[in-house]
């Protein structure tokens, strides 16, 4: 059986923090100060353990509270059962018609099914009398 390779934390600066859990930047750095989450420094730069940082967040309630309103916890279910994403704005979410024949075309595209587009005739025609 090969070793064990550990996992590579993830690191993210207060800002992205701030950002995805809906919160100011004083906050993290409040919470840093407090040593509630874990970090390290690197040239400079607070790099914090994401793992901690989503412990400390649900540990608290105001924070749980703006992680769910304003952090990127709006765009999934509260259902525990469900845990999928739920995309709010239409720019983003996808059509499920069109999600739909993406998939087929690529199930097509995967047994060979699909031939290469060749080009037809009127436009080899049209680009040999422009030259």
Sequence with gaps: MPPKIPKQ??????????NLFGVSEKTIRRALKDEE???????????????????WSQTRTKVKNKFNSNG?????ENDKKIG??????????????????MSKDEEIEEKGLLSEIKP????????????
């Design 37 to 55: 989450i874990r970090y390290i420094v690197v040239r400079g730069v607070y790099k914090i353990n994401f793992e901690s940082l989503l412990k």
């Design 84 to 101: 999928k994403w739920k995309i709010k704005n239409r720019l983003y979410s996808p059509n499920p018609q069109l999600a739909e024949n």
């Design 72 to 76: 990127i916890g709006q765009y999934i």
């Design 120 to 131: 037809t005739k009127d436009i080899i025609d049209k680009s040999s009398s422009s030259s």
């Design 9 to 18: 934390p993830i690191r993210i600066s207060p800002s992205q923090a701030a």
